[in-house]
């Protein structure tokens, strides 16, 4: 699952360079211009990509392993 | 003169805030910088939104939307979305953790930690500190363009300040600002500072809302909102609803801009104030959908200003546009309201102060004074007399106008040539302090020139190559944002140099990886 969550990360990446609908001034829905919905809901995808990632990739070890030391 | 009230009841209310921390302050240096480290999730999650969304993410969003259409979202809100979420994850739980373990307050503690040497502190505190005044600079001239613009006409009676049509004048409308600032940054410490943050995001995504609903009825006319909504977007042009005006290889290059959250000195320190490293998961989720909350508004407002029937007058300065909207189609006191929203936006900058004071304190004062050698009232004293003068610098330089999106790009795009010195320090054992050091000088030197080469940023289109380089066939370099460069060149001299010369010590090494 780890590798599966970060696969969704770099997917996220790929998603964000929508060329094929660069000139597309056509509301969807007829409310937000297509590039505004797209991006928007890109930004929903990401919030559930990153979910998966702190549920399943987070870093245990740092949740116990941190101990105050005094600073030199 | 609503308006002007209503402002001046809002810095009130952040002094009054600023008090308040420094009556439960614990009087310990940790508590005023990193406030105990005792932040939960939810506080972490509003301080730290509010510490990045600045007036780049309302005053600028807007007018560069106005400029150049709705992909303005895709350039830097989306991107935002996927990478301040992957910089918190990979980098900020790490340093988190380490921050506690070793008694970090400052980046430069840590980089001298993990290096082994003392040079490479020399080496990036002056430019830290450049790059913070330029972040800085955004909320100062974002704040005093804002409460200039919409308290036009509120001295007409006495017949004060003609020259900005009876408002307050921008900079003494910055200087008032940011001496509101400097007295709950001094008094409050890092806890007034996340505290009046958290207000500030409430403040700012709730106005933020009410300003696009207000805006959208005013200019659709009906009393349908989503048909307002479609009437005010279908009034644009087809180029301001598509991305016709933003070239491919531009919005590829956008991406590697929000990799500079990684270096924000004062984000580090927001990221010190949390509790647990359970806390960050909040942020990492959260980020995405906060940041649409926002730029969503935001971008929408500053197309739909671009169109004739908005009564933004056409050339409008793109730092004027959001306050041109607002004066235009709110009646007074939503219009005061509304400003306190954006000023709550553009006076974030409160982080970066402290962070450059914490800086300062530990990084130059305490660190290379002999123990003992100043009381902690002189280093007090110190502190408060160097914020003192960043701020006089940053107000000076406010006095020069630029847009301020193309301001944010240059310091992000500074910080962003230091991500590869972060990443390495925290994942790479090879990593050694000449080729540290190799990699900050590389990022002020190619900063420098391209920033030289930009007419200091007044080219608001400046691009790296300045033409295409072709390659092999039909394949060229184009064009690209300055950071890719920067980035590349940072990284090269990183690498190289750290595989030329000898690796760190074991001993250092097992202070900061597990086997």
Known sequence: MRYATWLFVCLLVVLHQDYWQWNDASLVGGLLPSALAYHAGLSILAAVVWWLVTRYSWHEELEVDTVEEPRA | ?515
């Open chain 2, 1 to 515: 003169m609503t308006q002007l009230l209503v402002i001046i009841a809002y810095l009130l209310l952040m002094l009054v805030i600023g008090y308040a921390a420094n009556r439960l302050s614990r009087g310990t240096a940790v508590d005023y910088f990193v406030a105990s480290r005792s932040l939960g999730p939810v506080l972490l999650l509003l301080s730290l939104f509010s510490t990045t969304m600045t007036a780049f993410a309302l005053v600028g969003s807007t007018g560069r939307a106005y400029t150049l259409g709705v992909g303005v979202y895709g350039l830097l809100a989306s991107a935002s979305g996927i990478v301040h979420s992957l910089c918190f994850f990979l980098i900020a739980v790490p340093l988190w953790s380490l921050g506690k373990r070793h008694g970090y307050t400052t980046q430069i503690q840590f980089f001298r930690d993990r290096l082994d040497s003392d040079w490479i502190g020399v080496l990036l505190f002056p430019f830290l500190v450049g790059l913070v005044v330029s972040y800085a600079l955004l909320g100062v001239v974002g704040s005093g363009a804002v409460v200039s613009n919409v308290t036009k006409g509120a001295f007409a009676g006495c017949g004060w300040f003609p020259q900005s049509a009876y408002g307050v004048p921008a900079p003494i409308a910055s200087a008032v600002v940011s001496l509101v600032v400097f007295v709950y940054v001094i008094f409050g410490g890092m806890r007034g500072t996340a505290w009046a943050n958290a207000l500030q995001t409430v403040l700012f995504m709730s106005f933020g809302v009410v300003t696009f609903v207000v805006i959208a009825n005013s200019l659709g006319g009906t009393d349908d909102f989503l048909e307002n909504v479609r009437q005010a977007f279908l009034a644009t042009s087809e180029a301001q609803r598509s991305r016709a005006k933003i070239p491919k290889p531009l919005f590829l290059s956008f991406l590697f801009i929000p990799l500079s959250v990684a270096m924000f000195p004062h984000v580090f320190q927001n990221w010190l104030t949390a509790r647990s490293a359970g806390a960050f998961k909040w942020p990492i989720v959260g980020y995405p959908l906060m940041i649409m909350a926002l730029w969503l508004p935001c971008v929408s407002l500053g197309v739909w200003a671009s169109a004739p029937s908005s009564g933004v007058p056409a050339g409008t300065s793109e730092n004027q546009v959001l306050a041109a909207l607002v004066h235009q189609h709110a009646g007074p006191l939503l219009a005061g309201l509304l400003t306190a929203g954006v000023l709550a936006a553009s006076m974030s900058f409160d982080s970066q102060i402290i962070a450059v004071g914490t800086m300062f304190t530990e990084d130059v004062v305490v660190h290379y004074a002999p123990a003992g050698r100043f009381s902690d009232r002189q280093i007090i004293v110190m502190t408060r007399l160097f914020i003192t003068a960043v701020l006089a610098v940053t107000l000076a330089l406010s006095l020069f106008p630029r847009a301020v999106f193309d301001l944010g790009l240059w310091s992000f795009s500074g910080f962003t040539g230091l991500f590869p010195l972060v990443y390495a320090a925290l994942y790479w054992r090879r990593l050694t302090a000449a080729g540290a050091m190799a990699s900050v000088a590389a990022t002020v030197a190619i900063w420098s020139v391209l920033f030289y080469r930009s007419g200091f940023g007044q080219n608001a289109k400046y691009a790296f190559p300045e033409s295409p380089i072709p390659l092999v066939g039909q394949w060229v370099v184009p064009p690209m944002l300055p950071v890719v460069t920067i980035l590349c060149v940072s990284t090269a001299a990183l690498v190289s140099v750290s595989l030329c010369t000898p690796p760190p010590s074991s001993g250092t090494l097992s202070k900061f990886f597990r086997d």
